[in-house]
T-cell receptor, first 112, second 116 residues
């Protein structure tokens, strides 16, 4: 069976510090991978998606970047965090465009 | 642009009552619609996926219907239990070229409280 892991679960970082959140999927190959952000009182916003190694697309301009160094690994990064980067970050995967999506347990990021 | 709306925003029912959660979307050009459950501080758990060619899906006490032509989906939860308390989210995947490789377009969710 397939599982998705995200870490860390919670993170408190000062403004201006770097960020690295990791997501790994097990039990599948060549998944479509996604990073979403859920801000307090707001819906989920798609940040990045990837259909293959090294293939990253960004949905919205922002202070974040994403990378996919391996088939089942998706990393969300920032060089310098802003207060507005605080939120709940969720990684998701699916087989293809029309398939069921599965989410990780999320990372709560607080920028102070 | 696809817009997904969930009404009501919050719902409180006594244990044993049936729950009816509504989801509407503006663009009927969709691959599928998916219902999720989110517990406080947790990720999303997939409940049901309805393909655009289907009318409904069932899993245990859960039943979801889809009327693509009218842009509506309804999630029914029979005989609610306190453990059903959570936020329920619906999301659609569009098929238009602008719908970015399976991007889920989410509603804002319905927060459900089932009281003992």
């Amino acid at each position: 069976s397939q599982t998705i892991h995200q870490w860390p679960a919670t993170l408190v970082q000062p403004v201006g510090s770097p960020l690295s959140l990791e997501c790994t999927v097990e039990g599948t190959s060549n998944p479509n991978l996604y990073w979403y952000r859920q801000a307090a009182g707001r819906g989920l916003q798609l940040l990045f998606y990837s259909v293959g190694i090294g293939q990253i697309s960004s949905e919205v301009p922002q202070n974040l970047s994403a990378s996919r160094p391996q088939d089942r690994q998706f990393i969300l990064s920032s060089k310098k965090l802003l207060l507005s980067d605080s939120g709940f970050y969720l990684c998701a995967w699916r087989w293809n465009q029309g398939a069921e999506a599965f989410f990780g347990q999320g990372t709560r990021l607080t920028v102070v | 642009k696809q817009e997904v709306t969930q009404i009501p925003a919050a719902l409180s029912v006594p244990e044993g009552e049936n729950l009816v959660l509504n989801c509407s979307f503006t663009d009927s050009a969709i691959y599928n619609l998916q219902w999720f459950r989110q517990d406080p501080g947790k990720g999303l758990t997939s409940l049901l996926l309805i393909q655009s060619s289907q009318r409904e899906q069932t899993s245990g006490r859960l039943n979801a219907s889809l009327d693509k032509s009218s842009g509506r989906s309804t999630l029914y939860i029979a005989a609610s239990q306190p453990g059903d308390s959570a936020t329920y989210l619906c999301a659609v995947i569009g098929i238009r070229a602008t719908d970015s490789w399976g991007k889920l377009q989410f509603g804002a969710g319905t927060q459900v409280v089932v009281t003992p």
